[in-house]
Each structure stands twice: as C-alpha cells, then as structure tokens.
C-alpha cells in the first residue's frame, strides 16, 4: 500500500525509512522446460524464473519492500534460490536453495536505486545461469530522476546471456567450455532482422526520441562491452545510479552480473538504425546485436506502458 502520511504539515516516513514506500508482491515459479532460444524456433532445455528468459521484469520505488515468494515446481528436477542484487540479506538465509515441491517466503527493502541483476544461485550456480535463470530488478530513485536523468521517451530492458551446447557438463560450463551463442532477451539475434532472416521484432523509436536501455550482463564469464554502431551513449549510468554518470560514451564494459543504464538520442531530422552490439565480436557475431530502428511512424507501444521487454 502506498500511503500519504502528513502530520502537523510533516511529511513522516515509513518503516523503510522512505516517504511513499509501498509494499510489493512479487511472485515467482521456476520451471524447468524446453524453451525457443532462437528465431528460427530451436529448443533447448533451460530453467526459468516463470518460463521466460529473462525472468520478469520487477520495478519498484527505492524504499519499497518487496515482499517475495519463490516457488520450485514440483515437477522440477532441481534445488533453485533467488539472488536479488537489489537486496541487502543473508546469503545463507533468504538465498538459500528451495527443493522442489517447497516454497520460500522473503521480505527485502530495496533501498539502492537502479538496475540489477537477480538470479539463481544454486549449485553449480554457472549451470543455473547459463541455463537462463536470471531476470532484472529497477529500482528507481525516491526522488524522481529529475534534472540527473531526463525523462525517457521509450524505455527497454535488453539481458545479454550465455547459450551453451545441450547437455553441457556443469564443470565445463563453468570454465566456458561448450559455450556456443549469445542470447538477447532469451535468444540468439533476437532483435536483429540484418543477421537473421528469422528475426521478426526489432526495437523501435521516433527521430529525436531519447531511448533508455536498462542493460544487464546475465553471462557467466565475460564482460560485454555495450556500443551503438552508427550512435554515442548520450549519457551512462554506472548501475543505474543517478550519481554515476558517464556523458558522450562509445563502448561501456558491463562486467557480469552487472548492469548499467544507457540513454541514446537519435538524430531529429531523418530515419536513422543503431545496432545496439557487444562489441566483443564474438557476442556480436554469435547473437548480441540488437537493431534500434528510428523512424517517423515507429510502433507507439514499443518501449512504453510496461512493453520493456520485447517477446
Ligand atoms: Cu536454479
Ligand atoms: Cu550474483
């Protein structure tokens, strides 16, 4: 509940110590299936927060107490957690594995604001993120972005992830052994038309329209390094913190497990494309580039009213 509490003209804060903090539901089942990890419709066994890769997309207000609930499918073959970089708790505790069939309940206050990762840390934690368990957390700021962090006209989260051969050895996976792609959003060239004739989404802005990528490196070894081909970062921000910020950037290094938020303004005057690329060429070549199509007419609901995740 979010509540406005003023006493004798004070604003008085809640036990998060927030003004306005409210309580959020956030509410997952990991599932362990065969999943399309490319364009073309290809399965591959993975497991998943809620059968997505990446997992849901959780925002809330800096303060908020997020309130969750993890639940390991019975029919799952595995132990799983949750790892929400978001959280200040014990690794031992609120981390802790959940067997299948078993429920885990924990409460956190999100109190730093931007962009993390969560994820599975059960054992091999490798396999379990390679396999797609990983999602990501906004927190925004409690006061606003302000002047700090103009206002976005479109908004998307893009995950970059590992895709091993089926059947990988967790000791492999773990030293990079097997590894064969890069997934965007779950799969290899995702939003790239160019590279794959079987791509059908890419994203979408109008000319001049200022875009915010909520970036998150979900690979289990190596960094990826962020560029706009045919484009400047206008503005970077070190974890999505308001205080960290980064202006006329070319290629930023998102460590793994990181992430980072990256604003692009595209020319005003014409039709212009961005590929949005880890310029670590193998990721690149193998899956993580993302077209970035600016043009008059471009679809009005992409990047807005929660579309942050293109499926
Ligand atoms: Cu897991
Ligand atoms: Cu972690």
Redesign the pocket.
Known sequence: MRTFIFAFGVLCFTASGFADAETVNVEMT?KELELEIDNAGTKQSM?TFGGTIPGPLVRVRQGDVVDFTLHNDKANG?S??MDFHAAQADVLDEFAPVKPGKTKKFKFVAKVPGVFIYH?G?DAMSE?IARG?YGVIIVDPADGYGEALPRPDREYVIVQGDLFEEGTKPNDITMGIGWKASLVNGRVFHYDPVHDANASIALESEPGERVRLYFVNASINESAAFHPIAGIWERVWDNGNPKNVLYGMQTVDVPPAHGMVFDIVSPADRNSNNALVDHRMKHALNGAISVLMNYTGADPEKGRNGNLILR
């Open positions: 990991v497991w595995q799983h957690s599975c059960s379990h368990m």
